[in-house]
């Protein structure tokens, strides 16, 4: 029997996530001949593990905390129900609402003319494609071009007990709200966790290493979150790190740190850094990895070797989903688009991000500490401002606004801003685009304000 001709592409994208997808589609568009290879969901971490039913939660936990300022605004609504949350009929909902998008996502890829297959591929010996297949069977595949975009996953936890513990992908797998939980992590997702647990009515125990969280982010974002963290009421274990779990006789988990104490929870969810998602068989084709296990790139996105390429959270490269979906983009414009695109290539500096805490944070640009690095501490004016927000007004308890516009040179040119406080995100995205343009404080300064916001403070900062 004659061997079988494995199946060529023009285009062959190894990861069904937010990068992979957009640049199959993209490259579909151009009329190329497109496969897209997946070995979970479609859609990877953001759609089913992270970014969309984290917002849910998020959204549930904004909700409760209404609920208990509504009678300060003159409702007669009770502010126990704020802790009425129905966990076990909430998760199916949201469950259902990421199954509905992973339909969503297969019916554009069909509409685009992109092959979908599901199964997980890895490079055999001959340098091929081999894609064990969900049937049990395998197929082998050729392609003039190949992308690489199969994304993170959580790094486990490497202690005693460390089978009682649940990572930020098995969060969305639990099936009761936990009365007492403990999330480990200074990162976003510890920090997004915490808060709606928090606010869901959980007794919420943070542990971190430091004395602050976010410790990626400008101290003003760090300082205001974690002390107003802890006077909400989560329980904020400083300089702590978790040396074993212990599962008790009453189910209970009891986690014992480094400090000598002790602690008994209901979930431990453990948000300590991810790794990328390899195991690839990139040793065939000559892909070199870092000694961090990260996809080495150029500015072009492609490997050191010929014809294949990587983005995304595989890479390293600034680990946020519209990045990759950017970069997915501008890789398939140039490969397969028209000659205006040949030199395309993603952006990855001055790229705004948020973190979906309560109250939210946003920030664009450097820190202060970078800033002061960069251009040197006399080449700087720091804007600074910190007020109650309008709404808080006719309330007891209040949130902070913290906002800060570091400002280069003579022209005053915005090189980092970072905001805290209700609704940031939406704000810093308007803000994110003049300051990608080059914005300039006197630019800023020549918005009239919109009154009454809490954004109109960063055109009004003196």
Not at 9 to 16: A, M, W
Not at 113 to 131: S, T
Not at 276 to 296: C, M, N
Not at 399 to 416: M, R
Request: glycine share 10%; aromatic share 10%.
């Amino acid at each position: 029997m004659a061997p079988i001709t494995p199946k060529h592409y023009d285009y062959l994208v190894i990861g069904g996530g937010s990068g992979g997808v957009a640049s199959s589609r993209r490259a579909a568009s151009y009329g190329a001949k497109t496969l897209l290879i997946e070995g979970g969901h479609i859609g990877g971490t953001c759609v089913n593990v992270g970014c969309v039913p984290k917002k849910v939660m998020w959204y549930a936990s904004e909700v409760a905390k209404t609920i208990t300022e509504a009678r300060e605004y003159g409702f007669d609504v009770d502010p126990k129900l704020a802790k009425t949350f129905n966990w076990e009929y909430f998760k199916p909902k949201r469950d259902a609402y990421v199954e509905r998008l992973n339909g969503i996502y297969e019916r554009n890829l069909e509409k685009e003319g992109v092959e979908l297959l599901y199964g997980w591929a890895k490079f055999n010996e001959d340098g091929l494609v081999e894609v064990a297949k969900r049937d049990g069977t395998s197929e082998t595949f050729t392609a003039d071009n190949i992308l690489i975009a199969t994304g993170g996953k959580p790094i486990p936890p490497s202690i005693p007990g460390a089978e009682h513990i649940i990572d930020s992908n098995g969060f969305f797998k639990l099936e009761k709200q936990p009365k007492r939980v403990a999330v480990v992590g200074a990162g976003y997702i510890g920090v997004e966790f915490s808060g709606f647990f928090h606010g869901l009515g959980s007794e919420t125990h943070l542990i971190i290493r430091g004395d602050t969280f976010l410790r990626k982010f400008d101290e003003s974002i760090q300082t205001t979150l974690t002390d107003y963290y802890t006077k909400i009421g989560v329980n904020v274990h400083k300089k702590t790190q978790v040396k074993s779990v212990e599962k008790l006789a009453d189910g209970a988990l009891k986690l014992t740190f480094d400090t000598g104490s002790t602690l008994e929870v209901d979930s431990v969810i453990w948000t300590v850094g991810r790794h990328s998602y390899l195991g690839l068989g990139l040793e065939h084709v000559g892909v070199k990895v870092t000694d961090r296990g990260l996809i080495v790139v150029d500015e072009y996105q492609e490997t050191t070797a010929k014809n294949i390429f990587s983005l995304g959270d595989v890479t390293g490269e600034v680990e946020l989903t519209p990045v990759a979906i950017a970069a997915g983009r501008k890789l398939s414009n140039r490969l397969f688009g028209p000659e205006q695109f040949k030199d395309q290539k993603q952006d990855y500096t001055n790229v705004p991000s948020a973190v979906f805490s309560h109250p939210e944070a946003g920030s664009i640009g450097l820190s202060e500490a970078d800033a002061v690095e960069k251009y040197g501490k006399d080449n700087l004016k720091i804007y600074k401002s910190k007020f109650t927000p309008m709404y808080y007004a006719m309330l007891e308890h209040k949130s902070p606004v913290s906002y800060k516009l570091i400002c280069a040179g003579p022209e005053e040119k915005v090189v980092g801003l970072h905001l805290v406080g209700d609704a940031s995100s939406e704000i810093l995205q308007g803000f994110g685009v003049a300051i990608k343009m080059g914005a300039t404080k006197a630019d800023f300064d020549s918005v009239v304000a919109i009154h009454p916001t809490s954004a109109e403070e960063l055109v009004t900062l003196r």
